[in-house]
């Protein structure tokens, strides 16, 4: 095994204690993590679910009788490691509010309506370059209770895997120019700015579909730089 | 666009909405790629569940988490190509997804994994790789479970880099009677802080 992903890929992270975010202070360890070596446990990793991947669950707009209610939109991208290269045959799982910026979860209080025809998740696998595909609705901001007249920026909730458990990443991709992202203090929680401007998706005109959906791309590097090229079967 | 970049995309939280695109489980109008049930009809080997509770730094359950865990099969081998002596014709795939409830709990069925190798060429003790992810967590934790009832625990070298007032955190006690069950609960700050790694 010659794969190495090193440690200091991690520094692009969010620190796990990010008072801005209250919600951190009390979820945070307050002893300092473990170094350890990455062995075999670390270094591999789930490489199915793709079987769960139905024709249409990129489609977040056919997934009910009618259409949603929105701005339709194509979302896609690739997903690399570091170095740059593709990474195949991952799935790639996405979940959203809808147009009015309120999700269909149980908990979810924000008096905006429900879409009958949303759900909002959705669900694809990466091809042998690591290209995956969503059509979907661009989501709404939303107010939240970590203080005073707080909105998230439109986002797109993103859960990627990759071919290692060391390399899964759970983030959230934003839009280009949103006037949210001063006062967010999850956008902010990651410090660098070069490193927050990869959280945001780009306007792609060129695959944007005259007449029918604005188009963004949102391409996802996932750590395994120093990693060998994967034997593919 | 091909460009090589310049560093990772970086974590942001799950948040609390996330059980209906990932943990559904019956409750959203959507199918699960994962659940907590790793036992597959031909995975040989001690069928097991591992359960606990979620708590943060006061106490509180958290029940607005998601525990995913990655093993190896009862023969110590990894449902992974990169896995070279991984078994063929086996079905067991040693990933679980699991939300937790109102009250923190969680609940995995699997098999007792077996010693896989370790990085100073000794087997390791059997273990359990785990992520926590939840709303106020901005990136993933990663934990290992190991179990008390294996006498290797005392001798894993992974086991020997976390402090030993702290490495009863990471073993997962056998519940008497019943079925084998072993209970595991994470606390993500305080006193009884669960170790976590830096991997």
New interface residues.
Partial sequence: MTLVYPLDSLKAHPARLSPGYKSTVKRSPSKPLIIMPQTLTELTGPVYGHEKVRENDHDLTTQHKGEPLGERIIVHGHVRDEDGRGIPNVLVELWQANACGRYIHVRDQHPAPLDPNFTGAGRAQTDSSGYYRFITIKPGAYPWGNHHNAWRPAHIHFSVFGHAFVSRLVTQMYFPGDPLFPFDPIFNSVTDEKARQRMISSFDLENTKPDWALCYRFNIVLRGRNATPMETK | ??????????????????????T?NG????????TNDLVTPDASGERIRIEGRVF???G?P?P?SML?I???DAQGH??????KRALPNSSF???GRCGTGGDGEYAFDTIKPGA????DGKP?AP?V?M?I??????????T?IYFDDESSTATDA?MA??PRD?RATLIAKRVQGGGPVYRFDIH???DN?T?????
């Fill in positions: 666009m091909a460009d090589t970049p310049a560093g990772i995309t970086p974590s942001q939280t799950v948040g609390p909405f996330f059980a209906y695109g990932l559904s409750k959203y109008a959507w199918n699960d790629a994962f943060d730094g006061d509180a958290v607005d995913e990655w093993q190896a990894f449902s992974d190509p990169q896995d795939k040693g990933f896989v190798p370790g990085p390791q273990h790789l992520a992810f939840a709303r106020g967590m901005l990136v993933q934790n990663y290992r992974i880099l976390v702290r993500l700050q305080g802080e170790v976590f790694f830096a991997v």
